[in-house]
């Protein structure tokens, strides 16, 4: 069955980086397209891009342009979403995400894994 | 004024119809967007729903039940999750969608409280 499965809990300090990992089993990683999607607590989803492991690209909001870097290695089936310059507004739940590309059916999420940012 | 919104709450009776609205801003035309619908429970991840662009170009969840169903109302500007036959377990967060601007957007989502 399909499962993508999300690293743990991270706490950093502001102005630090942080670098979530995916590991998607049960499918091709190249033949989907992977979306990343915060939640803060209390709060609603916030879309921050997309990539495709099959071409590398990717797509991100502007919201997050420059600071954020989204990759895959395909050898092991793993997507990797990293955000540099931690502030405290980062604090949130981010789920990786499979879609069909050029379809918005978000199909199987990551369990999500909780950044904390926190001097 | 934000590409999507939804309102933050509603109430309904067990085994009666909810109607949750997304309803777009001025200057989008929902008649151009598929609207993408996410169902989700306190302390698990959101569940695709089903996406709906029209009577003949629609999908449906794996293993969602047919009682949720997508439409628009072009007068609205609004794409609507119509839950008909409203058990308990439906009571959840609700998220809109929509690909605007080279982005995918979700609504501020609808808390749906079955009582």
């Known amino acids: 069955q399909v499962q993508l499965v999300q690293s743990g809990a991270e706490v950093k300090k502001p102005g630090a980086s942080v670098k979530v990992s995916c590991k998607a089993s049960g499918y091709t990683l190249t033949n989907y397209d992977i979306n990343w999607v915060r939640q803060a607590t209390g709060q609603g989803l916030e879309w921050m891009g997309w990539m495709n492991p099959n071409s590398g690209d990717t797509g991100y909001a502007q919201k997050f342009q420059g600071r954020v870097t989204m990759t895959s290695d395909t050898s092991i089936n793993t997507a990797y979403m990293e955000l540099r310059s931690l502030i405290s507004e980062d604090t949130a739940i981010y789920y990786c995400?499979?879609?069909?590309?050029?379809?918005?059916?978000?199909?199987?999420w990551g369990q999500g894994a909780l950044v904390t940012v926190s001097s | 004024q934000a590409v999507l919104t939804q309102p933050s709450s509603l109430s309904a009776s067990p085994g009666t119809s909810a109607s949750l609205t997304c309803t777009l801003r001025i200057g989008i035309n929902v008649g151009t967007y598929s609207i993408y619908w996410f169902q989700q429970k306190p302390g698990s991840p959101p569940q695709y729903l089903l996406k709906?662009?029209?009577?003949?170009?629609?999908?449906?969840g794996s293993g969602v039940p047919s009682r949720f169903s997508g439409s628009k109302d072009a007068s609205a500007n609004a794409g609507i999750l119509l839950i008909s036959g409203l058990q308990s377990e439906d009571e959840a967060d609700y998220y809109c969608?929509?690909?605007?601007?080279?982005?995918?957007?979700f609504g501020g989502g609808t808390k749906l409280t079955v009582l």
């Open positions: 709906y662009n029209s009577d003949s170009d629609k999908r449906q």
């Open positions: 969608m929509i690909w605007h601007s080279s982005a995918w957007v």
């Open positions: 995400v499979r879609n069909a590309p050029f379809t918005g059916d978000f199909d199987y």
